[in-house]
């Protein structure tokens, strides 16, 4: 029996085509998902693969599809901020479950050049889609995709040359300004702002809508305080601020950072918010379980990663979107550090 030769070797498609009782091509056809093969025939063939084990060679394939099933990311080495590896995560996932093969560069800090390598390397490998989750700015002229090569990228928007680049990520200057808006409307005149790195499109995003509800509430914007996304950076911009005297409020670009700001709050003998009012963004898990837990702005990394993937796998299958940009709700969840009776959340 077949089944006791698969035990010696690797079980090839003629076995299978053997074992079921139909052709080589009518086995390609069922292992590529093609239309024209009768379901009950399908059913056959499907039964036989699962039962030898057989496996697909993913080169051969290749050849008979014209299609690698790869999928090259060039993601930001060494981080372990909570948003880009959330993103990261969701997209090997979801290209798993579809039977992808992902290959992925992690970049230094280097800007445009450094991710045009990546994207170059990873084209050479013959990718058939490129995701971009590199949250840093790109700066100069947008990143040269090859032809052929489908890309996402995450909240970036004209990153790449490529004429119908798939761009999926939250209203993040919206976000922020409502998280400004909410402060201003407990009652104090100006909200301080701690900003990311400033070559971070988020950050600039975020500083723009703290900005923004300022102005359009007829308060002058304070010069902000930069931080570097983490507690440690937090801490010294927010006593930074405490120096500089008359901070009551202060909207920062991540909760890693607003968690330190908290920390030098309390260092200087002040509460948290009866002193001064915190707000972050992300929603880290351990933003609700803080002594002071933290009002913060919460995107759902998860969704996003799950709906750019799934854009990105339809367009692999020529799907052509309408819609190139797809914008994803933020929800601004209100706790203690801003407001003596938070919301529920």
Known sequence: MVEKAARARRVSMVDVAREAGVSQKTVSRVVNDEPYVAVDVRERVLAVIERLGFRPNAAARALVTRRSHRIGVVAMGGTTLHGPTSVLAGVEAAARRAGYTLSVIRTEPGGRDEIQAAVDALAGQGVEAVVISEPVDVGGAPIDIPEGVEVLTFGMGNATSHPRELVVGADESGCARDATDHLLAQGHAVVDHIAGPSDWLSSRSRTA?????LVDGGVAPPEPVAGDWTPAGGFSAMSALIDRGGCTAVFV?????????????????????????????????????LAVPLTTVRQDFAETSRVGMHRLLRALDGHVHDDLHR????????RASSTASPAAG
Request: hydrophobic share 55%.
């Open 327 to 334: 914008t994803l709700p933020a929800q601004l969840v209100i």
């Open 209 to 213: 809508g703290w900005r923004r509800a």
């Open 253 to 289: 670009a991540n909760d890693q950072m607003a968690i330190g700001a908290m920390s030098a709050i309390q260092r200087a003998g002040l509460r948290v918010p009866e002193d001064v009012a915190v707000v972050g963004f992300d929603d880290i898990d351990v933003a609700a379980y």
